[in-house]
């Protein structure tokens, strides 16, 4: 495959990234709901940060490294601790305060990520390589993938969040903002558990 076919294959894998249903985008839809579009993609670019540091450092060091697979879903009970301690905060919120309270700050959100082994699983097992098959066509290929497949994810999770904002002055009504944001807590907490039982499954295997 040329280098073009490349950058279109990998903008495309940003997209379909963007668009998978998890504890971002919910972030995200949380974050518009409660504040507005403004905060929504306030959130989206410090997820860009933090998923970009985290993928910089798989790509930069962990491609040469040979790193078990039970480190990353060890890792990833971490992550379901951290998902349940945002859903506990989503939960509790009543009505629309104008963000007085940040509670997907920017440290958060790189904790998630950093604790999110799956995610570090995914970088090295099936995008390092595709990276450095790049490298291949052009000098520096792995880190141009890592800013091509940023790009197609903020595309979409910024599309969705726009869309999604369209919905908020339905979901404004009095009797669907508590119910909104305890939906939004409630999959945060199913993607916690996802998250523990995929450890869980793992152990299973290699223990039994």
Do not use: C
Request: without cysteine; proline residues 2%; charged residues 10%.
């Amino acid at each position: 495959m040329n280098l073009f076919g490349q950058i279109i294959e990998v903008f495309i894998l940003g997209l379909i990234s963007g668009a998978l249903p998890g504890p971002i985008l919910t972030s995200v839809f949380t974050e518009v709901l409660r504040n507005d579009l403004k905060k929504g993609i306030s959130v989206t670019l410090k997820a860009l940060v933090a998923e970009s540091i985290v993928a910089f450092l798989v790509l930069a060091f962990f491609s040469v490294v040979n790193i078990p697979q039970t480190y990353f879903y060890i890792v990833l009970l971490g992550g379901a601790v951290v998902l349940f301690w945002l859903a506990r905060q989503v939960w509790n919120i009543e009505k629309i305060d104008n963000g007085k309270k940040e509670i997907f700050s920017f440290s958060k959100l790189f904790l998630l990520t950093l604790l999110n082994g799956l995610f570090w699983l995914f970088w090295i097992t099936i995008f390092v390589p595709l990276a450095f098959q790049m490298s291949q066509s052009i000098y520096g290929g792995q880190f141009l993938f890592l800013l091509i497949f940023e790009i197609g994810w903020l595309l979409m999770v910024a599309a969705l969040a726009f869309i999604f904002s369209r919905f908020r002055p339905l979901l404004l009504k009095k009797n669907l903002i508590s119910l909104a944001f305890k939906i939004f807590a409630l999959l945060l907490v199913f993607f916690g558990l996802k998250e523990i039982w995929q450890s869980v499954v793992f152990f299973h295997q290699l223990w039994f």
